[in-house]
C-alpha cells in the first residue's frame, strides 16, 4: 500500500511539475460598457487554465523552472458571441545568482478578434486549425517559450519557433488579421517570418549573449558584465546595418529598453560614449530614455 501511495504521489507530482508556463490571463473589459459581464470572467478563468494546463513541450519543467508571463486581453467590442480585442504578452525569465528577473519579450498585438461561447472546450492542436482564440494564445505561447530558449542557448527556440511558424501557416485559411503577408509589418506572421530568417541571425546571436555573457555574470563581475551588454550593441548595429529599423529590433528593445537604462546609469563606471551613439542609431524611438542615462 505505501508503495502505492508513493507511486501515486510522484505521478502527481510529476503532473503538477510538468507544464512549462506560469502565466498571468487578465480579460479587460471597459471598452465594452459591460465589464461585469460573467463571460468575461469566465473567459479569463478558462484561457487561465487553458495555457497553464496545457503540455506544449516534451520537456519536463520543475514548478521554480516555469516561465513567468502575462496576457493582458483589452476586449473593444463583444457582439453576441464574436469578441475584437488586443493583447499584450510579456515574460521574463530569472538571472544567475540573483533574486532579478529579466523582461524577454513584449509585444502588443492589435488585431486579436475571436468567436467564444462561454464554457466552450479550450484544446491547442499541434498541426490543425481549432479556432483562432486558440491559435493566437498559442502561437504566443511558443514565442514566449521561444524567446526564453534563445536566453539560455544560442539558436535554444528553434524547435519553438518552428511550431509557431506551424501555427500561422495553418491559421491563413481564417480571414483573421496578423496571420498574412498583407497584414503588415508588425503582424505576428511578420514576427516569426523574420525570427526564421537568416538575416535576423544576429539579434538571436545577441539574445543569447546579452543574457548569458551579460546579465548572467553581473552578480559575480558587474564591470565585465556591463562591458558584454555594451559588446551586443555592437552586434545589433550590424543588423541594422542590413535591415534597418527592423521591427525585430523594436521587439528588442520594447522589452529591454528600460533595462538598459538602468545598467547604464549604475555600477561601475564603463565607457559608454559609443554606446550611447549606437543606440540612438539603432533604436531612435527611444531617445528619450537614453537621454535619462546617467554616466
Same mark, same amino acid.
Given at each position: *500500500?505505501?508503495?502505492?501511495?508513493?507511486?501515486?504521489?510522484?505521478?502527481?507530482? $510529476? !503532473?503538477?511539475?510538468?507544464?512549462?508556463?506560469?502565466?498571468?490571463?487578465?480579460?479587460?473589459?471597459?471598452? $465594452?460598457?459591460?465589464?461585469?459581464?460573467?463571460?468575461?470572467?469566465?473567459?479569463?478563468?478558462?484561457?487561465?487554465?487553458?495555457?497553464?494546463?496545457?503540455?506544449?513541450?516534451?520537456?519536463?519543467?520543475?514548478?521554480?523552472?516555469?516561465?513567468?508571463?502575462?496576457? !493582458?486581453?483589452?476586449?473593444?467590442?463583444?457582439?453576441?458571441?464574436?469578441? /475584437?480585442?488586443?493583447?499584450?504578452?510579456?515574460?521574463?525569465?530569472?538571472?544567475?545568482?540573483?533574486?532579478?528577473?529579466?523582461?524577454?519579450?513584449?509585444?502588443?498585438?492589435?488585431?486579436?478578434?475571436?468567436?467564444?461561447?462561454?464554457?466552450?472546450?479550450? !484544446?491547442?492542436?499541434?498541426?490543425?486549425?481549432? /479556432?483562432? =482564440?486558440?491559435?493566437? =494564445?498559442?502561437?504566443?505561447?511558443?514565442?514566449?517559450?521561444?524567446?526564453?530558449?534563445?536566453?539560455?542557448?544560442? +539558436?535554444?527556440?528553434?524547435?519553438? #519557433?518552428?511550431?509557431?511558424?506551424?501555427?500561422?501557416?495553418? /491559421?491563413?485559411? &481564417?480571414?483573421?488579421?496578423?496571420?498574412?503577408?498583407?497584414? %503588415?509589418?508588425?503582424?505576428?506572421?511578420? &514576427?516569426?517570418?523574420?525570427?526564421?530568417?537568416?538575416?535576423?541571425? %544576429?539579434?538571436? /546571436?545577441?539574445?543569447? +549573449?546579452?543574457?548569458?555573457?551579460?546579465?548572467?555574470? *553581473?552578480?559575480?563581475?558587474?564591470?565585465?558584465? +556591463?562591458?558584454?551588454?555594451?559588446?551586443?550593441?555592437?552586434?545589433?548595429?550590424?543588423?541594422?546595418?542590413?535591415?534597418?529599423?527592423? #521591427? &525585430?529590433?523594436?521587439?528588442?528593445?520594447?522589452?529591454?529598453?528600460?533595462?538598459?537604462?538602468?545598467?547604464?546609469?549604475?555600477?561601475?563606471?564603463?565607457?559608454?560614449?559609443?554606446?550611447?551613439?549606437?543606440?540612438?542609431?539603432?533604436?531612435? *524611438?527611444?531617445?528619450? +530614455?537614453?537621454?535619462?542615462?546617467?554616466?
Amino acid at each position: *500500500m505505501r508503495k502505492l501511495i508513493l507511486l501515486f504521489t510522484l505521478l502527481i507530482s $510529476t !503532473v503538477a511539475f510538468s507544464q512549462e508556463l506560469n502565466c498571468t490571463v487578465s480579460v479587460i473589459a471597459q471598452q $465594452t460598457g459591460n465589464e461585469n459581464d460573467m463571460i468575461y470572467k469566465t473567459l479569463e478563468k478558462q484561457l487561465t487554465e487553458f495555457i497553464n494546463n496545457t503540455k506544449w513541450t516534451n520537456k519536463t519543467f520543475k514548478q521554480n523552472e516555469r516561465i513567468s508571463c502575462s496576457m !493582458v486581453i483589452n476586449v473593444k467590442e463583444n457582439n453576441n458571441d464574436m469578441f /475584437s480585442a488586443s493583447l499584450q504578452v510579456s515574460s521574463s525569465r530569472p538571472i544567475f545568482n540573483s533574486t532579478y528577473s529579466s523582461p524577454v519579450f513584449n509585444y502588443n498585438d492589435k488585431e486579436f478578434n475571436f468567436q467564444y461561447l462561454e464554457f466552450q472546450n479550450l !484544446v491547442f492542436n499541434e498541426t490543425q486549425f481549432e /479556432s483562432n =482564440l486558440i491559435s493566437v =494564445l498559442s502561437f504566443h505561447v511558443y514565442m514566449i517559450l521561444g524567446m526564453d530558449a534563445d536566453s539560455f542557448e544560442l +539558436k535554444g527556440g528553434d524547435d519553438y #519557433f518552428k511550431q509557431a511558424q506551424t501555427i500561422a501557416s495553418y /491559421s491563413q485559411q &481564417l480571414n483573421g488579421q496578423g496571420w498574412k503577408l498583407e497584414d %503588415g509589418l508588425q503582424s505576428r506572421f511578420a &514576427l516569426i517570418d523574420n525570427l526564421m530568417s537568416p538575416s535576423y541571425g %544576429g539579434m538571436r /546571436s545577441a539574445m543569447y +549573449k546579452y543574457h548569458i555573457e551579460g546579465l548572467d555574470i *553581473m552578480n559575480e563581475n558587474q564591470k565585465e558584465g +556591463k562591458n558584454k551588454i555594451i559588446s551586443v550593441f555592437d552586434e545589433l548595429k550590424k543588423v541594422h546595418s542590413v535591415r534597418p529599423n527592423s #521591427f &525585430l529590433m523594436r521587439v528588442f528593445f520594447d522589452a529591454k529598453a528600460d533595462e538598459i537604462t538602468d545598467i547604464l546609469s549604475g555600477g561601475p563606471s564603463v565607457n559608454i560614449s559609443d554606446a550611447m551613439d549606437t543606440l540612438n542609431r539603432i533604436a531612435p *524611438m527611444y531617445s528619450q +530614455k537614453w537621454r535619462n542615462i546617467k554616466y
